[in-house]
């Protein structure tokens, strides 16, 4: 296994379609397949084990579990890309991406060459879908109108719960004084996640440093210390 690839995870409900990624990807140095599967539940967890750099989602068959799945991939390994491929291109399904913070969203008649480079770029940091909304105008526009009406909302509910299921335990552990390494062993995932957790932490509590993050968290409520 190359240690500088680029690890991507393949989900979709066709096994064909999984193998034609496996194909397309064979001879390509820089990106390796390192797993796939449907779309289930259990996934998130296996994933969460040995994050990969990229998850191909295919929402054909099952575009609401597809979407989901994208959630999860984003809250349990959010360093983690996301490219979703469908057939059809529609603006309700690329909105429902964007949301769940995918960087592509493409359709399956791309070519080989296309997602091969799709795929480096997101890795960089860039994020195609964005390139949507040029020829998407209805979409940008939805998404101009649910910010400005859920902002005031979003506000609260950040200043309530910032943090993800996964996130709220981690900092528990940190309120105790564990280690990354610490909180890897007793959650059973690796340290890489947990350092993407924390950093993910100290962002949504604008901390600057663990302490700071945990006092922070105590005081939104978010750290109960049970009394002996």
């Known amino acids: 296994m190359n240690e500088q690839s680029i690890k991507t995870w393949v989900f979709s409900q066709q096994p064909l379609f999984r193998q034609g990624l496996h194909n397309t990807f064979s001879d390509?140095?820089?990106?390796?397949?390192v797993g796939e599967a449907q779309l289930t539940?259990?996934?998130?967890?296996?994933?969460e084990i040995m994050p990969p750099d990229v998850a191909i989602i295919d929402i054909d068959t099952?575009?609401?579990?597809?979407l989901n799945l994208v959630n999860r991939v984003k809250q349990v390994t959010p360093s983690?890309?996301?490219?979703?491929?469908?057939?059809?291109?529609?603006?309700e399904y690329l909105f429902e991406a964007i949301?769940?913070?995918?960087?592509?969203?493409l359709s399956k008649d791309i070519q080989s060459e296309e997602l091969i480079n799709i795929v480096r770029r997101v890795v960089h940091g860039e994020h195609p879908i964005n390139e949507s909304l040029n020829?998407?105008?209805?979409?940008?526009?939805h998404i101009l109108?649910?910010?400005?009406?859920?902002?005031?909302?979003?506000e609260v509910e950040n200043l309530i719960s910032p943090l993800t299921a996964r996130e709220t335990e981690i900092v528990n552990f940190m309120a105790q004084g564990y280690a990354n390494k610490q909180i890897a062993v007793s959650l059973k995932i690796s340290e890489q996640t947990i350092k993407n957790h924390v950093t993910s932490i100290l962002s949504k509590l604008d901390a600057n440093a663990r302490t700071e993050a945990v006092v922070k968290a105590i005081k939104r409520g978010l750290i109960t210390f049970q009394q002996e």
């Open 28 to 33: 390509v140095k820089d990106i390796e397949i």
């Open 80 to 91: 983690t890309e996301v490219i979703v491929l469908a057939s059809d291109i529609n603006d």
């Open 145 to 154: 109108n649910q910010f400005q009406e859920l902002y005031q909302q979003q």
């Open 41 to 47: 539940d259990k996934m998130s967890r296996t994933i």
């Open 62 to 66: 099952a575009p609401d579990s597809g």
């Open 99 to 105: 949301k769940r913070q995918a960087a592509a969203y």
């Open 135 to 141: 020829n998407r105008p209805k979409v940008a526009a």
